[in-house]
């Protein structure tokens, strides 16, 4: 038989030298063996005779249901004759050795999957979350020719764990609104990816969404409308969603800029509120807005904020935001002035140090890890706890630069992760590119390694996920599925499975192509909007479409 052991060795740069069976996984497994048979499938049912978690039979529910309607023909086979069949499957077994529910950094989810050349498959796992995991490769290791489904190059050993415990993907809901339906079909995608952490940017300066019991008017007055709005209920249909497909919900409540929102309903904490025109003296973008951070009402409404919205999301990280805040909005408020020249031992610099310990004791108090943007750490003088992660977006050097201080880091440049980029700029009387021009494709995503210029070994332990980033000035359900996918796909795979093999090959977007071309029609097939990598006729002639 022939051995892949974490990717494959550095001699093999054309897919069609892989078994074709590993050619329908993505991610790839860390540990792939395979013989020559072609199996035909008598019966690909699900059964888990031992386990009791209603998570996990849940998903095998699911997973059966995909398998029943699914039949998935690699674009390569267009034209092939099926193969012939030397065995027959007859099911596949899952056991796990816990049904505990518990999702979290730190959960198991790894597993290992044996198919053999006749008879019963078997997926074995600690938790029942690495049991999804196997239950998806699982079910693209089935493919149909000529009215029949096998598994090719049976009997297959794989054993699989990612390398990053954060797989991530952002979504901005308050720039622009996403129906529930939308979001559910994202997490669904993020499932069939093996991506495990959806980053829920819900409210920004443009609109309050999501329902507020501690503030009504928060969502009342801050909502794009009534039919744009999130409920209690909504974002615990969402969570449980989410968990069914191993999949945390973060949310983020970004403070204290970013707040224009807010001021629509509590004026009396903000500052700078929708500067015209020269909102650019105060904020990012339009409109401005700040929390007055001199008015003890305004951390104290942050406070609440936490308190309340800890609540709602059950996850152990909650993440408080803290980017780009403009000084200049304070400096030039008339309330900050009186504050400063009453107190004038202080400064904005040490009212913006004394609100970000406010939110995060507020968090810590609450048994939660806080999750910030990088600017907390490296463009204020507060120093945030030890235990804080920290998401690195400036630039690919933040990642580095955040593990040498000691923090956890989540890699999300903007350079290589953001996928709104690319689609020129969106203020209408600029007739030019984004600032984070160019787009990014997914060779560049494929391309981009977090690990990148981080020699220590305890440094690179601390670089414990990434994430896609999918910001809304220019995207809304109409686009979703496109700006997403496959791109997101490609850091999925690079989470999960690492650059590099187990002998140190560094994997090129060249020896990949063929693998995320049959991932993206299976997606399409599952009612993913993915767009084309290349021209159909590429996909059906692996290695003809390579730049000489």
């Known amino acids: 038989m022939k051995s892949i052991k974490h990717m494959w060795p550095a001699t093999v740069v054309v897919l069609g030298l892989l078994s074709p069976a590993l050619a329908s996984i993505w991610p790839i497994p860390s540990v792939y063996v395979n013989g020559t048979t072609n199996t035909v499938v008598a019966s690909a049912q699900i059964t888990a005779p031992s386990i009791s978690s209603s998570i996990l039979s849940a998903a095998i529910r699911r997973y059966n249901t995909i398998i029943e309607y699914e039949s998935f023909t690699p674009p390569t086979d267009y034209n092939r004759r099926p193969p012939d069949p030397e065995g027959s499957l007859t099911g596949l077994t899952v056991s796990v050795d816990s049904n505990d529910e518990t999702l979290s950094l730190e959960t198991d989810e790894s597993y290992t999957l044996d198919i053999p050349t006749t ?25 149909a020719n000529g009215g029949y489904r096998f598994v090719k190059s049976t009997p297959i050993h794989i054993e699989d764990k990612p390398v990053l415990k954060h797989r991530g993907l952002l979504l901005d809901t308050a720039r622009n609104y996403y129906p529930i339906g939308d979001i559910m079909r994202t997490l669904d995608a993020m499932s069939f990816n093996k991506m495990n952490v959806f980053h829920w940017h819900i409210v920004d300066a443009q609109s309050w969404p999501v329902e507020s019991k501690t503030f009504p008017d928060l969502q009342n007055k ?11 209920k909504d974002v615990q249909e969402i969570i449980d969603y989410a968990q069914v497909r191993g999949i945390r919900v973060i949310p983020e409540f970004d403070m204290p800029g970013h707040t224009y929102s807010v001021g629509l309903s509590k004026p009396s904490i903000m500052s700078c509120l929708n500067k015209q025109p020269s909102w650019d003296n105060f904020a990012a973008e339009p409109p401005s807005g700040q929390l007055n951070i001199a008015k003890p009402a305004a951390s104290e409404f942050a406070v609440s904020i936490v308190s309340e919205y800890v609540r709602l999301f059950p996850d152990s990280v909650f ?3 803290g980017d780009e805040v403009n000084r200049n909005c304070w400096e030039q408020d008339p309330d900050v002035k009186l504050y400063l020249e009453a107190n004038p031992e202080e400064s904005v610099e040490t009212l913006l140090v004394d609100f970000y ?47 040498a201080k000691g923090y956890r880091s989540i890699a999300s440049p903007a350079s290589a992760y953001y996928l709104d980029c690319g689609h020129g700029g969106w203020l ?6 984004s600032w984070c021009d160019p787009f990014k494709t997914w060779m560049h995503i494929y391309n981009f390694d977090p690990m990148a210029n981080i020699t220590s070994a305890k440094q690179r332990k601390l670089v414990i996920g990434a994430e896609v980033a999918l910001w809304s000035e220019q995207s809304d359900a109409t686009v979703l599925d496109a700006r997403l996918w496959p791109r997101a796909a490609a850091m999925a795979e690079t989470s999960w499975s690492g650059k590099t093999d187990a002998i140190g090959h560094v994997r090129t977007t060249k020896e990949v192509t063929q693998r995320l071309h049959n991932q993206r029609f299976r997606m399409v097939g599952r009612g993913i909007m993915a767009e084309p990598l290349q021209p159909l006729w590429c996909a059906r002639n692996p290695g003809s479409c390579f730049a000489p």
């Open 357 to 403: 310990d406010k939110v995060h004791n507020a968090v810590a108090n609450l048994n939660r890890v806080g999750m910030t943007w990088e600017e907390t750490l490296f463009h204020s003088n507060y120093t945030p706890p030890k235990n804080t992660i920290i998401q690195a977006w400036i630039d690919e050097e933040s990642i580095p630069k955040t593990v």
């Open 119 to 143: 008879g019963m498959a078997k997926l074995k796992a600690n938790s029942i979350y690495g049991a999804m995991r196997g239950l998806e490769t699982y079910s693209q290791l089935l493919v």
């Open 428 to 433: 209408t009387n600029v007739d030019g590119g």
């Open 222 to 232: 801050g909502a794009y409308g009534a039919n744009m709005r999130y409920s209690y």
């Open 319 to 321: 993440h408080l935001g």
